[in-house]
Structures are given as C-alpha cells and as structure tokens.
C-alpha cells in the first residue's frame, strides 16, 4: 500500500482452501410470533441463510437458493466496494481496519473465483467503492499524513489520479462510501469521522455530512447533514430517491494509536434514511425513515 500507514499487525494467517458451498437455511418469518416473541426475533438472526419477511423476496431468490463462500481468511479482509470492472472481468474489494492494518486491496476473477492482492498508488486506506467509465473510483480513506480523497484507478494499466480531496479547503474526515449520478454525472459520497474515531486521521475540520462532485467543473456541494455517521448510500433505479445509512451506534473506541476496537451504542442511529431528490438532480429533500436495522 502506498501513503505512510503504520506497520501492518493485524494481518494473520493462511488463506483458506477453494470456494466451498455453505449450509444455508430458508425461514419464512412469522411476523405475528415475532411481535410478541423476544426470543424468535433474536433466533431469526443466528445462522447462516436467507430471512423473508415479505414474500416478493422469494421472487429474487428463487426456489433453492445458496451461498457459495469464495475464500475465508484468519481475518476481515472482504469488507467492502465489490466493484466489478467488464474490461478486467474481476470484483475489486477492500477490507477492514479493524483486522488489516492498513487496509488491503483485492479482486477475485469472476470466471476462476481466485482472488489476488491488488496495490494501486495513492489508494490509502480505501473503503467503499464504485464503477466510474469502468474504473473504480476508491473512497480512500486517508492518513495521518495523507488526505482522505476519491481516486481513479484504471486497473488495466494500474493507474491512479486523485479526482478530489477537499471541501472548500477543509479536509475531508473520511470518505467512506461512493456512488454516481449516471443521468448527470455527477458523484454523490458520504465522509462520516471514523477515520479520526479509529486513529489514524487528525482532528475533523467537518461534520458528518454527505456531498455531491460535478466533475466537469470543479464544483462540491454538501447536500445533507444531521448524522451521527453517515455510511453507505444508494440512489433508486428512477433516481428519484436516495438512500443513506447512518451507522452512528457502531462506534470505533481508539486507544493510544489504536482504534480497532468496536461497541455497539443501542441509543444511537442504526438507520436507513431516504430522501426525495429534486431540482433536476442536485438537491436533496424530506427526510424520512425508511428502515431501523
């Protein structure tokens, strides 16, 4: 990895054998049980498989489906993007800070399912990720040292340009995730502060917010607040609604120069908001919950 990071500690052991099918199970919910049966709701999230709590879910799923595990590892190295590139033909990802200091990068062939490590210059702690003219665009997180910024990587020649890395001369905190406005071009991102939180990004000149980049011209705009951390966010088919998380009840607890310790705060947001996009494109508006997970 490129950038000065801390020496990697949290790497461990040996990548597990080949893509093996797991056991799954399928439970339909039984929402009336689960309104008044503490115990079945906790049940229902234990295992692994598929819950249906609406029957349009079958739909997707189809009559049997699986899971297939393409590679396990002693720690959290599929954490995020899935970025699939057509020209390479591969699924680029990211893993977690919290077991993989600093954060790696890798892409499993979508025909072999084998999975390389990847290193791109200036992707410094990367998190989410999106296609953008068939290259990823990486949130990179930063450092200490270097800005937390959206690069352009051309995995084909392995290539990279930082397309912005700050807000009106304020540093960004962390951009963490990244999607693109295909009717207008333009690049939507949320920059929560778990960066700061988990230590290795300075004191944050910014709220949690989330912001729109028209690259054809240079302009930034931030087009939402009031987060505790703004995470991951989507638009819907139509563009007309926005999705966002805000994952301010998983909280980062650093110590001295380590923040891979985590806690889960009940009191705090662990929401997914969706907002009515309006004036052609550009602005966001009515807030409402459309989730508590």
């Known amino acids: 990895m490129s950038g000065e990071l801390p020496t990697d500690t949290h790497k461990p052991e040996n990548p597990s054998e080949k893509p093996l099918?797991?056991?799954?199970d399928t439970i339909t919910v039984d929402l009336k049980r689960m309104a008044t049966d503490l115990n079945y709701g906790k049940q229902l999230s234990r295992g692994k498989g598929f819950r249906i709590y609406?029957?349009?879910?079958?739909?997707?799923?189809?009559?049997?489906?699986?899971?297939?595990?393409?590679?396990?590892?002693?720690?959290?190295?599929?954490?995020?993007?899935?970025?699939?590139?057509?020209?390479?033909?591969?699924?680029?990802?990211?893993a977690n800070f919290q077991t993989c200091d600093p954060i790696a990068l890798y892409s499993v062939d979508a025909s072999t399912l084998e999975v390389s490590d990847d290193d791109f210059s200036g992707v410094v702690q990367a998190n989410g990720a999106c296609n953008y003219?068939?290259?990823?665009?990486?949130?990179?997180?930063?450092s200490k040292t270097s800005p937390s910024a959206l690069v352009l990587v051309d995995p084909s020649t392995s290539t990279s340009e930082a397309l912005l890395t700050n807000f009106q001369g304020r540093a960004f905190n962390s951009i963490n995730d990244v999607i693109i406005h295909h009717a207008n071009d333009d690049i939507w991102f949320t920059d929560p502060t778990y960066?700061?939180?988990?230590?290795?990004?300075?004191?944050?000149?910014?709220?949690?917010?989330?912001?729109?980049?028209?690259?054809?011209?240079?302009?930034?705009?931030?087009?939402?607040?009031?987060?505790?951390?703004c995470n991951g966010l989507c638009f819907s088919p139509d563009y007309a609604t926005l999705y966002v998380t805000d994952t301010g009840a998983c909280q980062a607890h650093s110590g001295p120069s380590d923040g891979h310790n985590f806690s889960m705060n009940p009191r705090l947001p662990a929401t997914i908001y969706e907002y009515d996009?309006?004036?052609?494109?550009?602005?966001?508006?009515n807030r409402r919950v459309f989730a508590y997970l």
Do not use: M
């Open 133 to 142: 003219k068939d290259k990823i665009l990486y949130c990179c997180q930063g």
């Open 21 to 24: 099918e797991l056991k799954t």
């Open 195 to 229: 960066g700061y939180e988990q230590a290795f990004r300075p004191t944050p000149d910014l709220p949690s917010q989330i912001y729109r980049y028209k690259p054809s011209t240079g302009e930034v705009w931030c087009v939402a607040d009031g987060f505790a951390q």
């Open 54 to 94: 609406n029957e349009a879910f079958t739909k997707i799923l189809g009559d049997d489906p699986s899971i297939t595990q393409v590679q396990s590892r002693g720690y959290q190295f599929a954490h995020e993007a899935g970025v699939y590139i057509k020209s390479t033909n591969r699924v680029y990802f990211t």
């Open 277 to 285: 996009i309006v004036e052609h494109g550009t602005k966001l508006a």
